[in-house]
């Protein structure tokens, strides 16, 4: 590939993904040109849940950072617990446990259990100069001379070669490059939280069930499924490699799971896809807990609030997802020879259920990477690289979203994703 003035990679979106290639092209020998542009006034602007396994993911994260920022990552990361306990929501009672990994795991390396906020500030590091916040992707266009121009709606606009959209499963750079692609409303809700350890009477009055570590899975009464997953997060602090960054004070995480047509919800909520406001959400989780054992209660009781949000979840029928992916460098689409791309989230619609999501969008970001790489190193054809890239996100991301919809079943009761509608992805 010949050098211009137009030569960047323009990455819009700032999350886990799209920062971890940022790393790599940073680090690449030579370097590989790239900016950042993401649509938050900062890295913790809003609450985005907390806790993320990394399994297969840390291999080529491993590849992409420096060695000093893995070494920081993994100090940063408390020690994973591998266990895993059921107990009854409304009794605080142990109905099953056990050790291993979550089912559905065959990942046979080591286990990481990352704070979201942490490994962000972790990937950030060294890239200050490469990211701009406040950046809402409007658009995009693509001359004669095959240079993208991506527009945001401050009417700033950045020219590159290749762009990127790792924006997340509303992705906006999907919206237009891959219209064929469907998201459909998985009905799966949840309120995430954080409790911390040092706020007065949690360590006295919260499950000890919880607070002794592991996985614990708490089960509500009821025909409909009302599922609390929880972990309590202690990190090893003191350790050399991890000095540079603000690790955050000990706390349970937490993640209570319904489907949007749950009873227990009545008709205080409509429609939880259009977001709640924080106060909202932890006024939902105790109501949701309301009959609940009282050590349990409390972890919702004393909960930090700010910290508190509502998510809907989404995902994308197989076939569709396979057939979008297949044609998108058909010769009869107009986005065929456009130098766009996307990863992770924005390239598979699909529920965070057992790190599956974050894990399969690491994988993508090394085999992005390996493209810009023979595109930037090699002079290789861009197209070409971008498609073969494309060909391995079909044949990874598909069995990925199998294994989410089995997840997404037992989370909060998923109908058959023939019965599915189409998501309000854009309001």
């Not at 993911?57 to 000093?68: D, E, F, H, I, Y």
């Not at 942490?118 to 001359?143: A, P, T």
């Not at 090699?378 to 294994?403: N, P, T």
Request: proline fraction near 5%; include cysteine; hydrophobic fraction near 40%.
């Amino acid at each position: 590939m010949t050098s211009n003035t137009n030569n960047g990679v323009l990455i819009i979106g700032a999350g886990v993904a799209g920062l971890a290639l940022a790393q790599g092209l940073k680090n690449s020998t030579p370097p590989i040109p790239f900016r950042i542009f993401e649509r938050d006034q900062n890295l913790t602007y809003r609450a985005q849940g907390y806790r993320l396994r990394i399994a297969e993911g840390s291999v080529p994260l491993r590849r992409l950072l420096p060695a000093s920022l893995f070494a920081s990552f993994e100090a940063a990361c408390p020690e994973p617990d591998q266990g895993m306990k059921r107990l009854s929501a409304e009794t605080n009672e142990v109905q099953t446990s056990g050790g291993g990994r979550p089912p559905g795991k065959t990942y046979e390396g080591k286990l990481y259990s990352a704070d979201r906020t942490v490994l962000r500030s972790v990937l950030m590091s060294g890239l200050e100069e490469y990211i701009s916040y406040g950046k809402v992707f409007s658009h995009y266009e693509v001359d004669d001379e095959g240079v993208v121009t991506a527009y945001f709606t401050d009417g700033s606009s950045e020219k590159g070669t290749i762009l990127v959209g790792a924006d997340g499963i509303r992705s906006l750079v999907r919206k237009s490059f891959l219209p064929e692609l469907v998201p459909l409303d998985s009905e799966g809700r949840a309120i995430f939280g954080k409790t911390l350890l040092e706020t007065p009477g949690v360590l006295e009055e919260a499950s000890k069930v919880v607070l002794d570590g592991g996985i614990v899975v708490a089960d509500a009464a009821g025909d409909d499924v009302t599922r609390l997953f929880s972990e309590t997060i202690r990190f090893n602090r003191g350790l050399e490699a991890a000095k540079d960054f603000v690790l955050p004070p000990d706390y349970i995480y937490w993640v209570l799971c319904f489907r949007a047509d749950n009873k227990i919800l009545g008709d205080k909520i409509q429609d939880l896809t259009a977001g709640l406001n924080s106060e909202q959400s932890v006024q939902l989780s105790k109501d949701i807990s309301a009959t609940w054992h009282e050590s349990l209660r409390t972890i919702f009781e004393k909960q930090t609030v700010e910290a508190t949000s509502t998510l809907g979840f989404y995902i994308c029928e197989g076939a569709n997802f396979k057939s979008s992916w297949e044609s998108s460098r058909s010769e009869t689409r107009a986005q065929a020879k456009q130098p766009v791309t996307l990863l992770g989230d924005s390239a598979h619609p699909m529920p965070p259920v057992g790190a599956v999501g974050a894990n399969t969008a690491l994988c993508e970001a090394e085999d992005l990477y390996d493209a810009l790489v023979a595109m930037y190193h090699s002079s290789a054809d861009k197209i070409e690289q971008l498609g073969g890239y494309e060909k391995k996100i079909v044949d990874r991301a598909a069995l990925a979203i199998e294994r989410s919809s089995m997840g997404a079943a037992g989370f909060w009761g998923m109908r058959p994703i023939h019965q599915l509608k189409p998501a309000l992805m854009w309001r």
